[in-house]
């Protein structure tokens, strides 16, 4: 069989006929980001040599969180088992400090027999995985500002320090429609609810990431946008016919196809008017991601994309004439792990089409699946040298064949440097959205008693909110501060009412923020809403602003003024702070609706007084 699909891929180059993921002949296809002859060349030869345990282990891309490791450690020799002895493609880097998680990046390289894909979680640049590493705002932000060019900027920069780093695959963009405000998990992760929008700027990140030579990954087909199910904690359904999903869903998978996109990422999610089969809970299921409390969605399901041959083969491949990699959502979500083991689930995402497994729960028990479905025949080896060949083209394509290290001495001169704050800042500014000023309390009076209360669904104390604070004051407007999250102490809501009570103007910082797999993933925790409402009927006068989920002032609505920043990172906090003591023009407009509310474009110019 091996032999068979070899000459098949080799006559195929040679009269260029098109085969799933082999290049094509024609010039402009040569300007695409995709491999090239030497590079499938090279797949080939280095296929026929590979065992099925080679080929099978190359399907597995673990995931860790890197932090400093001896090598004698449990720790390091657990990865390096998983590189040597299970033979993995690559490794997804999660939270984790820049230099240990490079360092640990080169010291598997070294042991690998191939070269191992490094990938990244980077919708906000390296920076949303790697600490220290300076975050851009998140992907509503850019289409709040109105121009493309800053998503692709955005992406020069995320593929250059990607590269810096050592990782080649990155899965962003997210290419997700929001258009359902009860979306746990999407959010502002999400470009906007225009599918127009969510393409243009996709498909900018994407051509400004691929010019680096690294991999863009379009996620999570068919799109997770209109789900009201965070698939970290069940199987989220979208019961729409085909003709809706073609016009909203798919459009801007679409898009990213036709411009080149190199990868997409398959999401744990349900379509019942694509592939109905109906699955049902394990009686022993694992769940993970999942925050203490949150709720598990265990119901009756339907398929979910990541295993339907029908999505992946019939439609994405078939009918959107999509050939990259595609790469299967974290296998060990309860999306998926509620409804099967990891032998069933690896066998059945590459039989549906997948090429990459990433981060199983159980990686063993993955392979032993994978083993055991190619010895029966279950899994053809055509399909599996067909994942594999795609990998092992990348691979060489993208230099790692000839160069698999990074340089330690060459990162603290590339990443977070002066253009990449610059840019995170010229993003933050020009997308804040001044939903309401019903009381024109912008820029604020500083002849007031003025009171900055931040309330975060999050755990991570005050200091949220010090970028905020540290720029109102540099900026001479003295101010009380307070602070809650979920398990604030008495004494610290007592303090927080108090500000409230003695000021004239009260300024809530609305840290509601994506959180996946949490309970409260994007709303505020109870007493943080008590607050608000109390701020709101005590007759201050308050200004809200959202630091992440803008869909916010649905809870609020008696709000006068309201301002959205589509995130807390230090960019937008900055830019807050500028907002807030009149140096800077408001220009921003919502990417999104806030249903009965506001509509899609509502923006406020606010003109800089200073």
Excluded: C
């Amino acid at each position: 069989m091996k032999l068979i699909f070899s000459t098949i891929i080799t006559f195929a180059l040679a009269i260029g006929i098109a085969v799933p993921g082999a290049p094509r002949s024609d010039e402009k296809s040569r300007s695409r980001f995709e491999p090239s002859r030497k590079a499938w060349s090279w797949a080939d030869k280095t296929l026929k040599k590979m065992s099925v345990d080679e080929k099978i282990g190359q399907l597995i891309h673990v995931g860790i969180n890197a932090r400093f490791a001896n090598q004698d450690s449990a720790f390091f020799k657990e990865l390096r088992r998983h590189v040597v002895d299970n033979k993995v493609g690559g490794i997804i880097f999660f939270v984790g400090p820049v230099y240990e998680t490079v360092h640990l990046a080169n010291r598997m390289q070294e042991v690998a027999k191939y070269p191992l894909l490094m990938s990244l979680d980077a919708e906000t640049g390296v920076g949303m995985r790697l600490e220290n590493a300076i975050n851009f705002p998140w992907a509503m932000a850019l289409t709040a500002t109105g121009d493309p060019s800053l998503a692709r900027r955005m992406g020069v920069i995320t593929g250059r320090e990607a590269r810096a780093s050592g990782t080649r695959h990155v899965f962003a963009p997210v290419l997700d429609v929001n258009n359902n405000a009860e979306n746990p998990v999407i959010n502002v992760r999400s470009f906007g609810e225009d599918p127009e929008d969510v393409a243009k700027f996709g498909v900018a990140f994407i051509d400004g990431l691929q010019s680096e030579g690294v991999l863009a990954t379009a996620k999570h087909f068919p799109g997770h946008g209109d789900t009201n199910v965070d698939s970290h904690r069940g199987l989220p359904i979208i019961d729409h016919p085909r003709e809706r999903l073609d016009r909203i869903e798919l459009f801007p998978f679409r898009k990213a196809i036709e411009s080149g996109v190199a990868s997409i990422m398959i999401a744990h999610i349900g379509l019942p008017q694509i592939d109905n089969e109906v699955i049902r809970p394990l009686k022993n299921y694992t769940i993970s991601y999942t925050e203490e409390g949150a709720e598990i969605v265990d119901a009756t399901g339907i398929v979910p994309g990541t295993l339907s041959h029908k999505l992946q083969t019939g439609i994405l491949r078939g009918q959107m004439g999509f050939k990259g990699l595609i790469v299967s959502d974290a296998m060990d979500m309860s999306g998926l792990t509620i409804y099967f083991n990891a032998e069933e689930a690896g066998v059945r995402a590459i039989l549906a089409g997948t090429d990459i497994l990433l981060k199983p729960g159980d990686a063993d028990g993955m392979i032993r699946g994978l083993k055991a479905a190619v010895a029966s025949g279950r899994l053809p080896m055509q399909r599996l040298d067909e994942a594999v060949l795609k990998q092992l083209a990348w691979k060489y394509e993208l230099g790692l064949t000839k160069e698999r290290m990074v340089r330690l001495d060459t990162l603290d001169r590339t990443i977070s440097g002066t253009e990449t704050a610059a840019l995170a800042d010229e993003i933050g500014e020009r997308s804040l959205t001044l939903v309401r000023n019903g009381e024109n309390l912008l820029p604020l009076d500083r002849s007031k008693k003025i009171a900055v209360v931040g309330i975060s669904n999050g755990f991570e104390g005050p200091g949220t909110m010090n970028t905020l604070l540290g720029t109102l004051r540099q900026g001479g407007m003295r101010l009380t501060s307070a602070y809650i999250q979920e398990n604030s102490l008495p004494e610290q809501f007592t303090a927080a009412r108090k500000a409230i009570k003695e000021s004239d103007v009260v300024v809530l910082g609305l840290y509601g923020r994506v959180r996946t797999g949490a309970k409260n993933s994007v709303s505020l925790p109870e007493n943080g809403a008590a607050l608000v409402k109390e701020a709101l009927a005590s007759g201050k006068k308050v200004i809200g602003i959202s630091f992440g989920n803008p869909y916010i002032l649905s809870s609020f609505p008696d709000l006068k003024t309201y301002l959205v920043a589509y995130g807390d990172m230090p960019s937008l906090q900055r830019a807050v702070g500028r907002s807030l003591l009149g140096t800077l023009n408001i220009t921003g407009k919502l990417p999104i609706s806030l249903p009965g509310l506001h509509t899609r474009g509502t923006g406020i110019d606010l003109r800089a007084t200073k």
